[in-house]
């Protein structure tokens, strides 16, 4: 059974930095996609990041150059390090994954099978 927790979320002002965990049970971070998403109140869900089983990342134009997203193979854990944060950053974040090993990094969400919980984000400005 698959199992993905989320950690690290909270309270910040625009300009920090946030790093959120995702750790995994069930699955090897390392040979499958892993992806964050958000969604804030009243939105649909969006894509932040994944990273592929190879190690290629993508991100949401919104993101890049602000977020980045890395994993520990030991800890079978995957980061996501926020910084430069936004009060548009906002929103509840996902950790998910798909069912089978893909090279393709999907950004639709309808295409990930499991989820975690989600953590709370806030930037205040």
């Known amino acids: 059974q698959v199992q993905l927790v989320e950690s690290g979320g909270g309270l910040v002002q625009a300009g920090g930095s946030l790093r959120l965990s995702c750790v995994a049970s069930?699955?090897?971070?390392?040979?499958?996609?892993m992806a964050w998403f958000r969604q804030a109140p009243g939105k649909e869900r969006e894509f932040v990041t994944a990273?592929?089983?190879?190690?290629?990342?993508s991100y949401a134009g919104s993101v890049k150059g602000r977020f980045t997203i890395s994993r520990d193979n030991a800890k079978n854990t995957v980061y996501l390090q926020m910084n430069s944060l936004k009060p548009e950053d906002t929103a509840v974040y996902y950790c998910?994954?798909?069912?089978?090993?893909?090279?393709?990094?999907?950004?639709?969400?309808?295409?990930?099978?499991?989820w975690g919980q989600g953590t709370q984000v806030t930037v205040s400005s």
């Open positions: 998910a994954s798909p069912t089978t090993t893909y090279t393709v990094i999907n950004i639709d969400p309808t295409t990930y099978t499991y």
């Open positions: 990273m592929n089983w190879s190690g290629s990342t």
């Open positions: 069930g699955r090897t971070v390392s040979r499958y996609n």
